[in-house]
C-alpha cells in the first residue's frame, strides 16, 4: 500500500516537473548602459520571451568594464560591448572567443564598406553594431554657425569648451581628428597634442561619462563639446538650442562591437543575441528611437534623418583598431601629463 | 558684538546645511535638468527611484553590507575594548589602541586600494566577502570608539563588585556590564551601520558584480542620465540617515558623548 | 627581495619626480591649506561664542553641525553641484541682485573644491574647538580683561594657547581628510583639477598603472602621517612653552 502512494506520488511529480517550463538561460552582458530603457523595450525584453533568456546588464564606463574584464572580476559576462580598438586590446589578452561568423546570418547584411576596413586580426573577434563618429556640438543661441573643426580655436568659445578624457572612447579621436586637421597622421599625433595644448586654458573640464556633454551643455557650463553619435538625440531634446555637425575636414569614426568573451557557458544564446541586435528590424527600430545608428545597410532611413548614416560615407576616415590600441596607454599618459594637468 | 556672531553664525550653517537642502528642494522640479529655481511641482522623480530597480537593488545591497559589517565590527570590537579597557596597566595598551584606530586615521581610499591590492589581486578573489571586510575595517574604529567611551563612563567597579559578591568572570560581564554599556552598544552599531552605508571609496575599488552599493549605483546612474531622480534620491537619503541619526541621538546622546 | 625593493625604489622615483605629480601634489597641500585657513577663520569664533552659550545654544549647534556628518558626502557635492553651477543658486541670486553681469564659473575650479571640503570638514575643526572653549573658564577671561588685556591680546595670549590642543586636532583631520577625500574633488573639481586621491584612483582604474598606483597611494599615507606626527610635535611644543 505504502509502495503504491509512494511510486504513484513520484510519477506524479516527475511528471510535473517534465511539463514545467524550462527556466530560462541567464545570459550576462556588459554595456555602457547609456539608453537602456530604450534598448530594453526594443531589444532585451522581446529576445528575453522569443529565446527563454534572461539579460542581466553590468554597465560602465568602456575603461571601468574593460579593467573587470582584465581582472576577471566577478560576474564575468557572456557578451561584451566595446569601442573597436578596446575590442582588439582584449584580443591581444586572449580574452575573447573567435567567432563562428556563419552562425550569423545577418553579418551579410552589413555595409560592405565599414567590415572590409576592420583588420583581419580583429574581425574574426567581434561584430559591430553601430557606428560612433565624432562631430561638434555648440550652443547655436550663443554662438555662430560651426563649419570646421578648427573653430574649437575661435576666441567665442574662450572658457566653455568641454574635452574628453583619453579613456573616453572619443577621446583618442578628438586627439587624431585634430592631428589630421593640423597636419599629422594617424600615428604621430604630436601636431594634435601641440594644437590642443594652446586651447588648454580654454578647456573648462574633462568628462567620462557617456552623459556629460549633454548634462553640462544643458546647465549652461559649457558651449562646445566633441560629442559621439549616441549623444546626437539627448542633445536634440535639451531646452537649450543645440546644433550638431560633422567638420568639413571629414568624418572620424570608430566602431562598436559586440563579442562572446573567452569561457562563456552560453555560447549558442549569445549568437543568438548578436545577429538578434544585427537584424534589419532591430536596427531600424534603435535608429529611429535614437539610440544607434544602424550598420545594416538594409535598414532604410529618410535622407535628412540624422541616424541615416550615408553623410558619414563623404568623408570617412576610419581610425584603424591597432594603431589606436597600441598607442593608447602611451597617449592616455601623454594627454594626462600635458592636457589635463 | 551680538549681531556679529549671529551673522557668523547664520553663515556657517547656511554654508553646512544648503548643500543637503538643495537637493530636496530640487527634487520636486518639473524641469528635467537640475538647476536653479525648481519650477512647477511633481513627485514624478520620487516615483522614478522606486521605479529603477538598480536603486532598490542598491539599497538592499548598502543596507546588507552595512548590517554585516556593522555586526561583525561591533563584535569584535566588544571583546577589544573591554580586554583594553579592564588592562590599562598593560604595556601593549598604547600600541593595541593605536593598531585599532589605525583604519580610521588611514585615508579610507588607501585602506580600500590595499585590500585591492593584498586580497583581490595577489590572492585574486574578488568577492563579496573582500567587500565586506573592507567595510569592516573601515567601520570598526568608530565603533571601538563608541564602546570604549561606554565602557569608562561605566567603571570596573561594578563588575569587581559583583565578583567580589561571587559571580565569575563571564557571568558578571553578562549580567552587569553588558547591560549597563547597552547605550554605548546601540550607539555604536547605529554609528557603523551609517558610516559604512555612506562610504563610497571602498565601494568604488572593491565592488562585486551584482551587489552594487546604493552610492555607485547613483555614480553609473549619473553616467547616463541627468534628470533630477538623483535628488529625489539624495533628498531620501538626508531623510533616512538624518532619521536614524536622530534616533541615535536619543538612545545614547552621541552627540554629547563626542570629543 | 631586494630586487624587489629596488624596482619598487625606481618606480616610485618615476611617478613622483615628475612634473605632474609635483603639481598635483602642490594642488593638494594648496587645497588642504586653504581649506584648514577657512575652517578655522569660520570655527574659531563661532566656537568661541557658542562655548560661552546657553546649553541651548549649545546642543543646538552641536546637533546642526553634527548633521550634515551623517549624510552622504555624494549626497553633499550632488548640492554644491546645484548651488555653484553656472545656472545654480549662488549665480542666480548673485545676477538677480545686480552684483553680477553674467554668471561666474565657480565649479569645477579649486574654489568649488575648497568649498565642497570645507563643508565637509567644518564639523571636524568646529566640535574640538567647542570643546576647548568650553573648559576654558570665565574667570580666567575676566582676569585678563582686568589685567588690562584687549581683545587681541586676550586671544593671543590665553584663549590660543589654552585651546590649542583642540585646534591641533582639528587641523590635522582637515589636512589628511583633504589628502584622502576622493568623492567631492572629483564631482566639484572635475579632471582638470586633480588631487592625489583623484591620481590614485586614477592609476587604478583608468591608466592601469598599479606600480604608479601603490607610489601614490604611498605618497598620501606618508604625508598624512607626516603631517600628523608634525602638528602633534608642535603641539607638545606650544604647550610646553607656556
Known amino acids: 500500500m505504502a509502495i503504491a502512494v509512494v511510486a504513484s506520488a513520484s510519477l506524479g511529480y516527475w511528471y510535473y516537473v517534465s511539463t514545467l517550463p524550462q527556466p530560462p538561460t541567464t545570459l550576462y552582458l556588459s554595456h555602457w548602459g547609456f539608453g537602456w530603457d530604450d534598448i530594453k523595450k526594443i531589444v532585451i525584453e522581446p529576445f528575453e520571451k522569443q529565446y527563454n533568456a534572461k539579460i542581466v546588464l553590468i554597465s560602465g564606463t568602456t575603461s571601468e568594464r574593460y579593467t573587470k574584464l582584465t581582472t576577471k572580476a566577478e560576474p564575468i559576462p557572456d557578451v561584451a560591448f566595446f569601442p573597436d580598438y578596446y575590442t582588439y586590446m582584449a584580443v591581444e589578452k586572449a580574452l575573447l572567443m573567435k567567432l563562428d561568423l556563419a552562425k550569423m546570418p545577418n553579418y551579410k547584411k552589413l555595409f560592405k564598406a565599414l567590415v572590409e576596413q576592420i583588420p583581419p586580426s580583429l574581425s574574426p573577434y567581434g561584430v559591430p553594431f553601430t557606428i560612433q563618429d565624432l562631430g561638434l556640438a555648440y550652443r547655436t543661441d550663443k554662438h555662430p554657425k560651426i563649419t570646421s573643426w578648427k573653430d574649437m580655436w575661435r576666441d567665442d568659445f574662450k572658457g566653455m569648451i568641454l574635452m574628453p578624457t583619453m579613456t573616453a572612447t572619443s577621446g583618442p579621436m578628438v586627439l587624431v581628428m585634430t592631428s589630421l586637421t593640423y597636419g599629422g597622421t594617424q600615428t604621430d599625433v604630436e601636431a594634435g597634442f601641440k594644437a590642443i595644448e594652446t586651447l588648454k586654458g580654454r578647456i573648462v573640464t574633462f568628462y567620462t561619462r557617456s552623459a556629460d556633454p549633454q548634462t553640462l551643455m544643458e546647465r549652461g557650463e559649457v558651449e562646445l563639446a566633441p560629442v559621439l553619435r549616441y549623444n546626437w538625440a539627448p542633445l536634440k531634446k535639451l531646452a537649450k538650442p543645440v546644433d550638431i555637425i560633422y567638420p568639413t575636414e571629414g568624418s572620424v569614426y570608430v566602431l562598436n562591437m559586440i563579442s562572446i568573451v573567452q569561457g562563456s557557458k552560453n555560447t549558442e544564446l549569445a549568437y543568438k543575441l548578436m545577429d538578434f541586435w544585427l537584424s534589419t528590424d532591430i536596427q531600424k527600430a534603435l535608429a529611429v528611437a535614437g539610440v544607434d545608428a544602424p550598420v545594416n545597410s538594409e535598414v532604410s532611413l529618410p535622407r535628412d534623418d540624422p541616424f541615416n548614416i550615408t553623410p558619414v560615407f563623404n568623408k570617412p576616415i576610419y581610425l584603424n583598431p591597432e594603431v589606436l590600441a597600441k598607442n593608447l596607454s602611451g597617449w592616455v599618459d601623454a594627454w594626462k601629463k600635458r592636457i589635463e594637468s | ?259 | 627581495m631586494i630586487a624587489y625593493t629596488s624596482d619598487f625604489a625606481s618606480t616610485f622615483a618615476r611617478t613622483v619626480y615628475n612634473e605632474e605629480f609635483v603639481s598635483v601634489f602642490l594642488r593638494t597641500t594648496r587645497v588642504g591649506i586653504v581649506v584648514a585657513m577657512l575652517a578655522s577663520l569660520l570655527a574659531y569664533p563661532l566656537a568661541y561664542y557658542v562655548g560661552r552659550s546657553s546649553p541651548f545654544v549649545k546642543s543646538f549647534f552641536k546637533t546642526a553641525v553634527f548633521i550634515p556628518l551623517m549624510v552622504n558626502p555624494l549626497v553633499r557635492s550632488y548640492g554644491w553641484i546645484i548651488i555653484l553651477g553656472r545656472e545654480g543658486l549662488l549665480n542666480s541670486m548673485l545676477t538677480a541682485l545686480r552684483l553680477l553681469e553674467e554668471p561666474v564659473r565657480i565649479l569645477y575650479t579649486e574654489l568649488a573644491m575648497e568649498l565642497g571640503l570645507l563643508e565637509l570638514f567644518f564639523p571636524f575643526m568646529f566640535i574640538p574647538l567647542l570643546s576647548a572653549m568650553e573648559n576654558l573658564s570665565e574667570e580666567t577671561l575676566m582676569a585678563a580683561r582686568s589685567l588690562g588685556a584687549g581683545p587681541i591680546r586676550t586671544f593671543i595670549n590665553i584663549v590660543f594657547p589654552l585651546t590649542l590642543k583642540g585646534y591641533i586636532v582639528g587641523l590635522s583631520v582637515i589636512l589628511a581628510g583633504c589628502a584622502a577625500a576622493f568623492v567631492t574633488p572629483t564631482l566639484l573639481g572635475g579632471f582638470r583639477n586633480r588631487t592625489l586621491s583623484m591620481l590614485l584612483y586614477e592609476y587604478i582604474d583608468i591608466r592601469l598603472s598599479w606600480g604608479a598606483a601603490t607610489a601614490t597611494a604611498l605618497s598620501i599615507m606618508l604625508t598624512v602621517f607626516s603631517v600628523n606626527i608634525l602638528l602633534t610635535y608642535l603641539g607638545k611644543v606650544a604647550v610646553k612653552g607656556r
Open chain 2, 1 to 259: 558684538m551680538k549681531s556679529f556672531f549671529c551673522v557668523l553664525s547664520l553663515l556657517t550653517l547656511a554654508l553646512l546645511l544648503s548643500p543637503i537642502v538643495m537637493p530636496l528642494l530640487i527634487s520636486f522640479s518639473t524641469f528635467e535638468s537640475i538647476s536653479f529655481p525648481p519650477q512647477g511641482f511633481t513627485l514624478r522623480w520620487f516615483a522614478n527611484v522606486f521605479n529603477y530597480e538598480s536603486f532598490m537593488n542598491g539599497f538592499l545591497a548598502s543596507s546588507s553590507i552595512a548590517l554585516v559589517s556593522s555586526f561583525s565590527a561591533i563584535a569584535l570590537s566588544l571583546p577589544s575594548s573591554y580586554v583594553l579597557y579592564r588592562h590599562k596597566a598593560l604595556k601593549m595598551k598604547g600600541l593595541m589602541e593605536s593598531l585599532f584606530t589605525l583604519p580610521m586615521l588611514m585615508p579610507e581610499i588607501v585602506l580600500s586600494y590595499m585590500l585591492l591590492l593584498f586580497v583581490c589581486r595577489a590572492l585574486g578573489v574578488v568577492s563579496l566577502l573582500s567587500l565586506i571586510v573592507g567595510h569592516m575595517l573601515v567601520v570598526m574604529p568608530f565603533g571601538m570608539r563608541v564602546i570604549y567611551a561606554s565602557l569608562s563612563n561605566l567603571g570596573v567597579d561594578i563588575e569587581d563588585a559583583s565578583v567580589s559578591l561571587g559571580r565569575d568572570r563571564l557571568g558578571a560581564f553578562l549580567e552587569v556590564v553588558l547591560p549597563n554599556i547597552k547605550h554605548g552598544f546601540v550607539g555604536g552599531f547605529l554609528t557603523c551601520f551609517m558610516v559604512s552605508f555612506n562610504a563610497v571609496s571602498i565601494s568604488l575599488f572593491l565592488s562585486y558584480g551584482e551587489a552594487v552599493p546604493l552610492p555607485i549605483a547613483m555614480l553609473n546612474y549619473l553616467q547616463i542620465r541627468y534628470d533630477p531622480t538623483i535628488a529625489a534620491l539624495s533628498a531620501m537619503l538626508v531623510v533616512f540617515t538624518v532619521g536614524l541619526s536622530a534616533v541615535v541621538e536619543k538612545t545614547v546622546g552621541f552627540v554629547s558623548g563626542v570629543r
